[in-house]
């Protein structure tokens, strides 16, 4: 079992900067994948950042150039380094993890976050 523990969201103006990190514990497991899910009201989720164990990522159109994802492998973590936040970045953003389970048989299983709210106003 593996649960993702979220941190970092707050309210900031435009302009700014946020740091989210999410943290993956548990046993039995490794990490295929980590990303940043972000789901704003009335809008689809959709896919903000991605990175592999091994460091290759993958961004959204609206947010190249602004946020950079990174991850401490060592440490199970994943961060989103988050600057010149506009208003359309609004939204409640979700860790996302794709683990592998060595336990019963082995399989590979998607981990979702609680959330954290990044809001940015003026």
């Known amino acids: 079992q593996v649960q993702l523990v979220e941190s970092g969201g707050g309210l900031v103006q435009p302009g700014g900067s946020l740091r989210l990190s999410c943290a993956a514990s548990g046993s039995m497991f490794s990490i295929n994948a980590m990303g940043w899910y972000r789901q704003a009201p009335g809008k689809q989720r959709e896919l903000v950042a991605s990175i592999t164990s091994g460091g290759s990522t993958n961004y959204a159109d609206s947010v190249k150039g602004r946020f950079t994802i990174s991850r401490d492998n060592a440490k199970n973590t994943v961060y989103l380094q988050m600057n010149s936040l506009k208003p359309d970045d609004t939204a409640l953003y979700y860790c996302?993890?794709?683990?592998?389970?060595?336990?019963?048989?082995?399989?590979?299983?998607?981990?979702w976050g609680q959330g954290t709210q990044v809001t940015v106003s003026s």
């Open positions: 996302n993890a794709r683990v592998r389970e060595y336990w019963g048989n082995p399989m590979t299983v998607d981990y």
